[in-house]
């Protein structure tokens, strides 16, 4: 960048004024103000900016618009002081390059006539914020421009009065910083070198007394330590000299006596400037001795740093550049293509290795298409080995080449191999390894049996059936539920006789079933047969209870009340079964294992 760009250092003065609505002080001579006898700086400022306050009086009338008359009269009185040819003939002639207005705000900014050629990109913006944004009686002006290649932005501002209007003057400062706005959507922060200079209206936190004691002992380390600014951290990243003059609020006006009037204001820096960028090197801060205001005007020079860049030789550089960069790429590579943008001046790192890679094209993608694998199995009948995992850094015991064509005997055999040992038998079966490789099972009743108690008769025996240890150590699967046979209760219209059909003593109370929950058991009438289902019909002596269990279709309540039960139709009181009343059972007890059968469902016979 060097080699087409350089850097200059310009001068610049800024200073600010409340004017307090006073108009008589157009004629006065302002340039103890606006042409200091500054001792270090040798010559005129590039740039001056000229920011003023309450140039016309903050009534209810001026506050909602803006009189350009009086802005044109101080700009007037600006422009004669600077130019003033006998006072300052050897001085640059100076031109308005743009002023702006805000109600009682105005800026401000000259420069030298032979400095209008670096600077461009000239704008200009207000933000108000008095009365929550609607009035402009408070708020800021700004103006910015390049200035070669330097972004520079001026900006005076007037902010919320009242000593306990701290936070307000703090959320007027975020307002103006956040939400004045030049063209492309630019903010203040967007600059290089920024300069703030107007009545910022802070004030010191000590009592008016102890404040003019200090002031008269000049004692100003201590009124600077509690000043609200300093104290509040007001205006972040922003830095200002060393405060070296009195306070300049507030006057009585046309002497150099403070405010003696019945609010009797405690004295302040309400006049300030800051600065913000690193380019940015403050010489001068200072106060003018102009008495017909109740404020006093200060100024401050700096010293900024410029970039210049020389067009020509930039825009030839980067032709030049072009040039090459098209030649490098133009050159075609091993494989007669041209060479990938992004890969020009890239080679393969060693003889043989592929060349670099870049988001268009990768050494592992030949015309588009995955690179195919080259490697060949060392026989014809050996191929790669599936079961290997897909990340070849896994540990497996795996090999990385097989047999392919085996017979079913060879890969049985080599299964036989891969079997992990079965583990221990459990107590009560015995499980030994055929020559074949296979375990027989012969098991007792008890391993082999499953929840439904099916008897170890039905195992399959060592001929008949051989178990893998995958078998083995399959769970076994769940037992399929036997359908029960459905006792279907007698039809209203039986006219059979019940006389003999009465209640063995010897019937246990399980035996009894429930009347709300469980089917309803009607009296078995005095038959050779009685009827399981529609249109079956079976002996009652080939009745086994162990293979079958009573169900019934649930029903209504109304039902229930209107079906006998079988305690009802046996003659014993409700909830009176054998034991003295305890619970009913099942029909089939759980201690006799449904072995036992019931006689008084046999039918009976006249004795």
């Not at 600006?78 to 800026?107: C, F, W």
């Not at 032979?114 to 929550?132: A, D, Q």
């Not at 408070?138 to 306990?164: E, P, Q, S």
């Not at 550089?317 to 490098?328: G, P, V």
């Amino acid at each position: 960048m060097h080699e087409f760009s350089w850097s200059e250092t310009i001068s610049i003065w800024a200073g600010t004024f409340n004017l307090n609505g006073k108009g008589s002080g157009v004629g006065e001579d302002l340039s103890a103000w606006l042409c200091p006898p500054v001792g270090r700086q040798r010559r005129d400022p590039d740039i001056i900016a000229a920011g003023f306050q309450e140039i016309v009086e903050l009534s209810p009338q001026q506050v909602m618009s803006t009189d350009p008359v009086r802005r044109q009269g101080w700009e007037e009185a600006v422009r004669s002081t600077i130019n003033s040819k006998t006072r300052y003939p050897l001085r640059e002639e100076y031109v308005l390059l743009r002023s702006g207005q805000l109600v009682g705000a105005a800026l401000f900014v000259f420069v030298k006539l032979s400095s209008l050629k670096k600077i461009k990109n000239v704008e200009g913006s207000v933000k108000k914020t008095g009365m929550s944004g609607m009035a402009g009686n408070k708020g800021a002006v700004a103006i910015r421009m390049d200035y070669a290649n330097t972004r520079i932005c001026l900006v005076t501002a007037h902010l919320a009065a009242g000593f306990a209007n701290y936070e307000e003057r703090n959320r007027d400062f975020r307002t103006i910083s956040q939400g004045l706005r030049f063209q492309r959507n630019r903010t203040i922060d967007d600059h290089d070198a920024i300069i703030w200079l107007g009545d910022m209206n802070y004030r010191i936190g000590l009592s008016d007394d102890k404040v003019r004691r200090l002031i008269k002992m000049s004692d100003l380390e201590s009124l600077y330590a509690n000043d609200q600014m300093i104290a509040g951290r007001a205006f972040p990243f922003y830095s200002e000299a060393r405060i070296t003059f009195l306070p300049t609020y507030k006057y009585n006006n046309g002497t150099d006596e403070y405010d003696t009037s019945e609010k009797s204001r405690i004295p302040a820096w309400c006049d300030r400037i800051l600065r913000k960028g690193s380019i940015l090197k403050q010489i001068d801060y200072a106060s003018a001795p102009l008495r017909f205001s109740d404020h006093r005007p200060v100024y401050a020079t700096f010293e900024c740093t410029v970039s210049n860049i020389d067009e020509s030789r930039k825009e030839a550089l980067s032709r030049a550049l072009y040039e090459k960069r098209k030649h490098d790429l133009a050159k075609p590579d091993a494989n007669g293509e041209k060479t990938d943008e992004d890969l020009a001046g890239y080679d393969s790192i060693a003889a043989g290795l592929p060349p670099a890679s870049s988001d268009r094209r990768k050494w592992w993608l030949d015309n588009g298409l995955p690179a195919r694998s080259q490697v060949r199995p060392p026989q014809d009948n050996i191929a790669l080995n599936p079961k290997r995992p897909s990340n070849p850094f896994s540990p497996t015991s795996e090999p990385d080449w097989v047999m392919v064509g085996w017979s079913q005997e060879g890969r049985d055999s080599e299964s036989r191999k891969n079997t992990p040992p079965l583990p221990p038998a459990r107590r009560g079966t015995q499980a030994t390894r055929s020559p074949d490789g296979h375990t027989d099972a012969c098991t007792s009743a008890k391993a082999l049996s499953t929840n439904s108690g099916v008897a170890s008769s039905r195992a399959p025996t060592s001929s008949s059936s051989s178990l893998t240890a995958s078998d083995l150590r399959r769970k076994p699967a769940p037992p399929v539920p036997k359908k029960p046979a459905l006792l279907s209760t007698l039809s209203a219209g039986t006219d059979s006789p019940r006389r003999n059909s009465t209640v063995d003593s010897s019937i246990p109370s399980s035996a009894i079933p429930a009347t709300d929950s469980r089917p309803n058991v009607a009296a078995i009438p005095q038959s050779p047969s009685r009827r399981i289902g529609p249109g079956t019909t079976t002996p009652s002596a080939e009745l086994d209870l162990r293979s079958s269990t009573l169900s019934a279709k649930p029903t209504s309540v109304s039902q229930r009340q209107k079906t006998p039960s079988a305690e009802q139709s046996a003659g014993i009181p409700p909830g009176k079964g054998r034991g003295g009343g305890h619970g009913r059972r099942n029909l089939l007890d759980d201690d006799d294992e449904g072995a036992r059968l019931i006689p008084a469902l046999q039918p009976s016979r006249p004795g």
